[in-house]
T-cell receptor, first 115, second 114 residues
Framework: EAGVAQSPRYKIIEKRQSVAFWCNPI?????LYWYQQILGQGPKLLIQ????????DSQLPKDRFSAERLKGVDSTLKIQPAKLEDSAVYLC?????????????FGQGTRLTVV | AQTVTQSQPEMSVQEAETVTLSCTYD???????LFWYKQPPSRQMILVIR??????QNATENRFSVNFQKAAKSFSLKISDSQLGDAAMYFC???????????FGQGTRLTINP
């Protein structure tokens, strides 16, 4: 089966600009996650969707980050305006359901550099 | 809040030998899952092994096994017969049973020497 697809792979922007990342989860996966991985650290969950509804966005900086999952399939994560500290890899993952007894499959991420 | 700590930023091992990566965690919950993920340079996180907290038997997956000490809140990963393809960043992670919200440690970079 096809894995989790993300684009772009790399993005360089200037601070205060906006940027958007796209994720296409594995077909049939109801749960979708966005993680932020700063260099030298483990990933941190930003937001979790169940179908097209948000179930956890407690660590999403809502003043500049937004995410949506239209029709419960693809998702986009947007940053507006970007700050230098937003430089990181943004990982998308999906799982069949929102339960720890199911495996979360990750995409290859988007590496964002803010200059 | 749950925390995961990996105290070894880097480890190295000779090819074909055995290496153990350490992980400790902190939680007040009694029912949870622990994971080891591998992240090669491609950046894609790959699940290596998973342990359910209520199972006393340590999980094994081919050359990978864990030593789960619930009382000590310790969860180490043993890689036997190390291969060059095992070289990667390894992350220990925690998740409550009900909601798959992974909390990751800082990672251990594993180098395999030929």
């Amino acid at each position: 089966e096809a894995g989790v697809a993300q684009s772009p792979r790399y993005k360089i922007i200037e601070k205060r600009q906006s940027v958007a990342f796209w994720c296409n989860p594995i077909s049939g996966h109801a749960t979708l996650y966005w993680y932020q991985q700063i260099l030298g650290q483990g990933p941190k969950l930003l937001i979790q969707f169940q179908n097209n509804g948000v179930v956890d966005d407690s660590q999403l900086p809502k003043d500049r980050f937004s995410a949506e999952r239209l029709k419960g399939v693809d998702s986009t994560l947007k940053i507006q305006p970007a700050k230098l500290e937003d430089s990181a890899v943004y990982l998308c993952a999906s799982s069949i359901r929102r339960s720890s007894d199911t495996e979360a499959f990750f995409g290859q991420g988007t590496r964002l550099t803010v200059v | 809040a749950q925390t995961v700590t990996q105290s070894q930023p880097e480890m190295s091992v000779q090819e074909a030998e055995t290496v153990t990566l350490s992980c400790t965690y902190d939680t007040s919950e009694s029912d949870y899952y622990l994971f080891w993920y591998k992240q090669p340079p491609s950046r894609q996180m790959i699940l290596v092994i998973r342990q359910e907290a209520y199972k006393q038997q340590n999980a094994t997956e081919n050359r990978f096994s864990v030593n789960f000490q619930k009382a000590a809140k310790s969860f180490s990963l043993k890689i036997s017969d190390s291969q060059l393809g095992d070289a990667a960043m390894y992350f220990c992670a925690y998740s409550s049973r009900g909601a798959q919200k992974l909390v990751f440690g800082q990672g251990t970079r594993l180098t395999i020497n030929p």
